[in-house]
């Protein structure tokens, strides 16, 4: 059984920084392709940033420059910094894991102004 647990998340102001982990519970974790998503009040879940076991990593247009995903294989962890962070990157942020698309159950991020 796959899972994946957030933390991280909390209150923070525009401008500032948080730093999201996601550790996962199975073998073999180098090999999975990581992801971060986000789901704002009354919006759709959309991609924020991914990580392959190649550690090619891709941005949502709107973070690029200010949040990095990474990944330590050795604590089977992901991670997302996000600094310069905006009102509208409040949100639950959730990881995700794949092949199989395993989902955790997020951590809320919200960003006063």
């Known amino acids: 059984q796959v899972q994946l647990v957030e933390s991280g998340g909390g209150l923070v102001q525009a401008g500032g920084s948080l730093r999201l982990s996601c550790a996962a519970s199975?073998?073999?974790?180098?090999?999975?392709?990581m992801g971060w998503y986000r789901q704002a009040p009354g919006k759709q879940r959309e991609l924020v940033a991914t990580?392959?076991?190649?550690?090619?990593?891709n941005y949502a247009d709107y973070v690029k420059g200010r949040f990095t995903i990474s990944r330590d294989n050795a604590k089977n962890t992901v991670y997302l910094q996000m600094n310069s962070l905006k009102p509208e990157d409040t949100a639950v942020y959730y990881c995700?894991?794949?092949?199989?698309?395993?989902w955790g159950k997020g951590t809320l991020v919200t960003v006063s102004s």
């Open positions: 990580i392959t076991s190649a550690y090619f990593t």
């Open positions: 995700n894991l794949k092949p199989g698309d395993y």
């Open positions: 199975l073998r073999l974790f180098s090999t999975k392709f």
